[in-house]
């Protein structure tokens, strides 16, 4: 079988896992194993991508993922990763997600940047970046592996839209100047219960080192971050499994705060 037709073969597979809420059993060994090149797994990314978007999915943004040195060092790499997020991922601050449209939820604390300027230069700076953000939220990513026991090495959450799934934006904008990126704190609670905690700088020592990381690779893979985009830019701490019923409030200190609520079965 050619490289494409692996690639759409994978792309296939993951797409029906989605829709029918089933998860599959690791694709890495149809990309190569454990040698495979993550390129191969961008290109099942990119295939459903441009299939969402022939379907008139709109793309919002971009979720970074693996900023975190220690999950980084359990699949072996040394960089993060990235995968989209569309308009019908998003979800309101405590509206209730629907029940039966995920396989096996967790939840991530973050902070999330709206940028107000294409992001189109080979090589990014602080600068650029600050200078482009229009705002920052407190967020909680959604995320889902369609593989099952979420059994994952890079490779396949990777083609996986690095296993994202929603994502909840908090609805008091904060301007970057009056926050702390790196040493603020955040709480995520489920009722009374403490459930993650952590801070800035557990994402790559500084959020803004994961959105520079994103800028150049999105230039690089050809679909740059633009005008209007948001920027998931990665875990403060743990994620969290998310069961039917569940709500979760997440504050970061300066940002406000932000709930995500599962709908009971």
């Given at each position: 079988?050619?490289?494409?037709?692996?690639?759409?073969?994978?792309?296939?597979?993951?797409?029906?896992?989605?829709?029918?809420?089933?998860?599959?059993?690791?694709?890495?060994?149809?990309?190569?194993?454990?040698?495979?090149?993550?390129?191969?797994?961008?290109?099942?990314?990119?295939?459903?991508?441009?299939?969402?978007?022939?379907?008139?999915?709109?793309?919002?943004?971009?979720?970074?993922?693996?900023?975190?040195?220690?999950?980084?060092?359990?699949?072996?790499?040394?960089?993060?990763?990235?995968?989209?997020?569309?308009?019908?991922?998003?979800?309101?601050?405590?509206?209730?997600?629907?029940?039966?449209?995920?396989?096996?939820?967790?939840?991530?604390?973050?902070?999330?940047?709206?940028?107000n300027q294409d992001l189109t230069k080979d090589k990014h700076t602080y600068a650029?970046?600050?200078?482009?953000?229009?705002?920052?939220?407190?967020?909680?990513?959604?995320?889902?592996?369609?593989?099952?026991?979420?059994?994952?090495?890079?490779?396949?959450?990777?083609?996986?839209?690095?296993?994202?799934?929603?994502?909840?934006?908090?609805?008091?904008?904060?301007?970057?100047?009056?926050?702390?990126?790196?040493?603020?704190?955040?709480?995520?609670?489920?009722?009374?219960?403490?459930?993650?905690?952590?801070?800035?700088?557990?994402?790559?020592?500084?959020?803004?080192?994961?959105?520079?990381?994103?800028?150049?690779?999105?230039?690089?893979?050809?679909?740059?971050?633009?005008?209007?985009d948001i920027i998931l830019t990665g875990a403060l701490g743990p994620m969290v499994?998310?069961n039917p019923g569940d709500e979760f409030k997440v504050e970061i200190k300066g940002?406000?705060?932000?709930?995500?609520?599962?709908?009971?079965?």
């Amino acid at each position: 079988m050619s490289n494409s037709a692996v690639v759409e073969s994978v792309a296939q597979a993951l797409r029906n896992a989605e829709l029918s809420q089933a998860a599959i059993a690791p694709i890495r060994p149809q990309l190569g194993g454990e040698s495979a090149d993550v390129d191969i797994a961008y290109a099942v990314q990119e295939e459903n991508t441009k299939r969402a978007l022939a379907e008139g999915r709109r793309l919002v943004g971009r979720k970074i993922g693996l900023t975190s040195k220690v999950v980084q060092a359990q699949l072996g790499v040394d960089q993060p990763d990235f995968g989209m997020l569309f308009a019908d991922m998003a979800y309101g601050d405590g509206e209730e997600i629907p029940a039966g449209l995920l396989i096996q939820p967790k939840v991530e604390a973050e902070i999330a940047l709206v940028i107000n300027q294409d992001l189109t230069k080979d090589k990014h700076t602080y600068a650029d970046i600050i200078s482009a953000t229009e705002y920052a939220l407190p967020a909680i990513e959604v995320v889902d592996s369609r593989i099952e026991n979420w059994k994952i090495s890079l490779i396949d959450t990777v083609a996986d839209n690095a296993s994202s799934a929603g994502f909840v934006l908090g609805s008091k904008p904060v301007k970057l100047e009056n926050l702390d990126l790196v040493n603020c704190k955040m709480i995520m609670t489920r009722g009374e219960e403490v459930v993650s905690q952590g801070v800035g700088k557990a994402c790559l020592a500084n959020p803004m080192n994961a959105a520079v990381w994103l800028a150049d690779e999105m230039v690089r893979r050809g679909r740059p971050l633009l005008a209007g985009d948001i920027i998931l830019t990665g875990a403060l701490g743990p994620m969290v499994v998310a069961n039917p019923g569940d709500e979760f409030k997440v504050e970061i200190k300066g940002f406000g705060s932000v709930t995500a609520a599962f709908a009971a079965k």
